[in-house]
């Protein structure tokens, strides 16, 4: 028997983990909405910087890199991802662990809105 068959997460490229870690995300934010509605969080200041570096480019793309050249951290993606400001842009094939993003409509509205 194939072992890659055995563990279905084997072979999966970055770009599909986190398209099913958002969805994954998503949906339990709507399972977890009662009747009420729960309060919208708002991007940390590095989650800000980092989405609004998208607003300026073609079709939102996201930076892979900060203004200093360093790698933006993965936990920023994943978190600006589960929150739906970001989502998976394509898979680049010469890096598959590089999550490239572009910014959603819900991450403009998220930057427009004032600091704080």
Known sequence: M?????????????MARAGNEVENATAKRAGSRSGSRSPIRKPTRTQ???LRRGL?????K?????AE??????KT????????????????????????????EAGRRAVAEPDG
Do not use: Y
């Open 2 to 14: 194939n072992k890659n068959l055995q563990n279905p997460h084997k072979g999966m490229t970055a």
């Open 48 to 50: 800000r910087a980092w």
């Open 56 to 60: 300026d480019q073609a079709g939102g």
């Open 62 to 66: 996201l930076p892979l890199f900060d």
């Open 69 to 74: 050249g360093r790698k933006v951290p993965e």
């Open 77 to 104: 993606i994943r978190a600006c991802l589960a929150a739906g400001w970001a989502e998976p842009w394509f898979s680049n094939p010469i890096k598959p662990d590089w999550l490239v993003c572009r910014l959603t």
